[in-house]
């Protein structure tokens, strides 16, 4: 029997996966209980295999190789649920760094909220280069979660949830609640869209599992130069605004998508024209100021997008 698994799907993560699979052979606190590494490749063109059957050979964890076709972090996050033994499966994106009673904080924290069906961790970021001065106002869109040093539950009413990075997920209530087939599946080249962790977790929020924050998991978040520039952030920005039809109307009853689309709309108008007030010219100039801009114009235009491109009409309800 395993109790915990960690999860790792990666894509091309050949360079970054030693890092995190040697941190894990320093876990602490994990003699109580069996646990296990799936790293699930999501259509690598690097080394990712080699990488991983390297260190199948001496693991002091067992560690099994997946291979996932379809392209999107949603799907290999549905191949590791799958593929888990365990019940409790924990999230580790191929830049996140566990500390080391990561997994027994986390397999603790299980043990102590039985109705929790999801809980994130602490996220700090560890930036290659010093990001601008005004960087403070985007960095919860990079996975960065620092909610204070207590535990606390997501309320639904909120409308915020962790990412999926350092995510930790209850198999039974993924399988329960989440359909068969999203909206979104995460982003792949040529399409930003993304939030597909967001989607994932309403689906077990409003089923009446508890979402929490769990300080006590503590993870480093390696964020490289390239994704502190304008050629990074600006389609980033543009995927996360798409793909916000999806995300505000998951909470709403279908009878209330019309009135509350022209809201949406209303608002994100007002916050266009109130931003282009501010800071007029400056977006041209002022990265943070134009990623800001990129969202609000991508949501704005979000439920258009996605239905022309079909993910709207090929979606069933569940």
Known sequence: MV????AIPTYNGAQRLPEVLESLKSQTGTDAFAWEVIVVDNNSRDT???VVRAYQQNSP???RYCHEARQGAGFARKRAICEAQSDLIGFLDDDNIPAENWIAAAYTFAQDHPTAGAFGSRIQGEFEVEPPENFSRLLSFLALTERGPDPLIYRPAQKVLPPSAGLVIRKQAWLENVPDRLILNGRVDGNMLTAEDLEMLSYIQRSGWEIWYNPAMQVRHKIPKQRLEREYLIPFFRGIGL???VTRMLSVKRW?????LIAYTLNDIRKITLHLLKYRTK???DLVAACELELF???LISPFYLWRKGYLS???ET
């Open 3 to 6: 109790d915990f698994t960690v």
């Open 243 to 245: 793909s916000r039809y």
């Open 297 to 299: 114009t991508s949501s």
């Open 61 to 63: 964890y067992p560690i």
């Open 314 to 316: 090929s979606h069933k």
């Open 256 to 260: 209330q998508r019309s009135p509350a």
């Open 48 to 50: 990712t295999p080699e």
């Open 283 to 285: 977006v041209k100039t």
